[in-house]
């Protein structure tokens, strides 16, 4: 990695933090004032785990990807079960984002693409979590789906990119060639 897109992908992931960090602190404020504090917690919990596999993805893209998909399935039952609101709530659906895109981006194509199916469950698991009233179709659902979309999208993109960028391998020489002398 060469000294510019280092200085980006830190750049990049600073911003993260702070919007994840502010997205955290506001959601519990909101959410406290609604569900209560009990939930406020579930919640945040739930988000910064995710969000701190989403900033710490550059040590290990694929375990992070793979812990951070099963949080937010693991949210996704117990909101269900406990009959709490929607899980991944925005945030952690962001950073949940963040580690499917990584994930698609750099990966060999069939773990990327089995992260890529995690994540779809997830947001599967969302609209049917959604209260028997809503159908499903909320704002969280919307959020955690577009969230998904995009992120497959980047990560595709972004690797179509990279594949183009790489300089052509040189096959090698068939054993039965003649070797080539130096003149």
């Known amino acids: 990695m060469n000294e510019s897109s280092r200085s980006t992908s830190i750049l990049f992931t600073v911003g993260l933090g702070v919007v994840l960090v502010l997205g955290l602190a506001c959601t519990a404020y909101l959410i406290s ?16 785990l995710v969000s701190l596999l989403a900033l710490m993805r550059g040590a290990d893209r694929f375990r992070t990807a793979v812990a951070g998909v099963t949080v937010a399935a693991l949210a996704v039952v117990v909101s269900r079960v406990a009959e709490l609101p929607q899980e991944p709530g925005p945030v952690t659906g962001l950073a949940l984002a963040v580690l499917v895109g990584s994930a698609v981006r750099t990966l060999p194509a069939r773990t990327a693409a089995a992260i890529g199916a995690g994540g779809l469950l997830v947001v599967v698991g969302s609209w049917l979590s959604a209260r028997d009233n809503q159908g499903g179709f909320t704002a969280v659902t919307l959020l955690d789906a577009l969230g998904w979309l995009a992120a497959v999208t980047a ?12 300089p052509a391998t040189v096959p090698a020489p068939s054993p039965w060639s003649r070797p080539t002398r130096a003149r």
């Open 33 to 48: 004032d609604s569900w209560g504090a009990g939930y406020a917690v579930v919640n945040g919990v739930v988000g910064t």
């Open 155 to 166: 990560g595709l993109t972004l690797r179509a990119a990279s594949a183009r960028q790489r």
